[in-house]
């Protein structure tokens, strides 16, 4: 492709898209939002009058077609990615695609196998892993410095009563509870850190999910295969948002509080051991850019040439997969 600047459109423009998506489309380089799409025409065309979007779209497959998109970024509920994906995939629209993403594994596969029929590139939200805090939490744990990594854990909750997402726990729409929506956060960020992949993964839901509803709290262990056990926490009935990462090693441990954050300082501890109590405690701050721009920036240079993120479809269906064992409770 020889334009410098790609012109995208967001499906399921909700206060998320509003809040983070279309801004970060604007500052991020070579990139520009000319479209939206919410499923009321009315609500449609004010958004994209408040924020001066150009074209404005109830259907997906009108915006999809049209030919002043060249990508989407598709922020809407987690059970209608798949098809959304493969409309704009088979409109040769390249696509974003927001964590999680499907409602599991052989939609996600049917994803990347679209996508690929029609050569367009597809990426998935996990944002976190692009951050400077986690990689240098990755660089730590690769140095040595803490010796040789044994465990790990990760958590991310929050209070989904002050959601606008009513259909969280709803899992004809949601797919799964924290789990999907926030654990999967975690579990990338893990194998990111770790460079391994789980072969063993065991969960303790609550409640159990049924057809109709998904878990609202959520234990996952994992043992990867070089031997390293990491657990992950999530939830929805928290009193408030935290996120948090540790990793535990033979002769230290580096651990993260609001490992998640974006555009702001987060601070890493590592702690070095003897015996019974801590010998030492560095503490290092580290600034976070936008993550979302990062994120639309990064796929803009992919889309125009550049090197494919690692948070491309296929990574994306190895956490699907994942997860998908994490909820199998039916």
Not at 216 to 234: D, K, N, P, Q
């Given at each position: 492709m020889q334009q410098r600047t790609i012109r995208y459109g967001i499906i399921g423009f909700g206060r998320f898209a509003e809040r983070a998506i279309a801004p970060a489309i604007r500052n991020a380089e070579n990139s520009a939002l000319v479209a939206l799409q919410k499923r009321q025409i009315e609500l449609a065309r004010a958004k994209a009058d408040e924020h001066a979007v150009p074209l404005a779209f109830h259907s997906v497959g009108d915006l999809v077609r049209h030919p002043d998109v060249d990508a989407v970024f598709i922020?809407?509920?987690?059970?209608?990615?798949?098809?959304?994906?493969?409309?704009?995939?088979?409109?040769?629209?390249?696509?974003?695609?927001?964590?999680?993403?499907?409602?599991?594994?052989?939609?996600?596969?049917?994803?990347?196998?679209?996508?690929?029929?029609?050569?367009?590139?597809l990426m998935v939200g996990h944002m976190v892993r692009l951050s400077p805090l986690v990689k240098r939490v990755k660089q730590i744990a690769d140095s040595g410095m803490i010796g040789t990594v044994k465990a790990a854990r990760a958590e991310f909750f929050y209070d989904a009563r002050m959601s606008h997402r009513t259909w969280l726990i709803d899992r004809a729409i949601a797919g799964g509870g924290p789990i999907f929506d926030v654990g999967v956060h975690c579990l990338d960020t893990l194998r990111f850190i770790l460079d391994d992949e789980p072969v063993d993964v065991a969960s303790a839901l609550s409640p159990l999910p049924t057809e109709e509803v998904t878990e609202?709290?959520?234990?996952?262990?994992?043992?990867?295969?070089?031997?390293?056990?990491?657990?992950?926490?999530?939830?929805?009935?928290a009193p408030l948002r935290r996120s948090f990462i540790e990793i535990v090693g033979t002769e230290g441990i580096v651990s993260a509080h609001d490992f998640t954050v974006s555009a702001q300082t987060g601070r890493i501890t590592v702690t070095k051991g003897k015996g019974d109590r801590a010998a030492a405690t560095t503490l290092e701050e580290v600034i976070v850019p936008n993550l979302y721009i990062e994120e639309v920036s990064i796929f803009t240079r992919w889309i125009l040439g550049g090197p494919k993120p690692a948070i491309d479809g296929g990574n994306g269906l190895r956490n699907q997969l994942i997860i998908d064992r994490a909820i199998a409770r039916l």
């Open positions: 922020t809407s509920a987690n059970a209608v990615h798949c098809t959304e994906t493969i409309a704009a995939a088979e409109a040769g629209k390249h696509v974003i695609v927001e964590k999680p993403m499907a409602m599991n594994a052989a939609e996600a596969a049917r994803m990347i196998d679209a996508c690929d029929a029609h050569q367009v590139r609202e709290s959520a234990f996952v262990s994992l043992r990867f295969t070089r031997g390293v056990v990491a657990s992950i926490f999530c939830s929805y009935t």
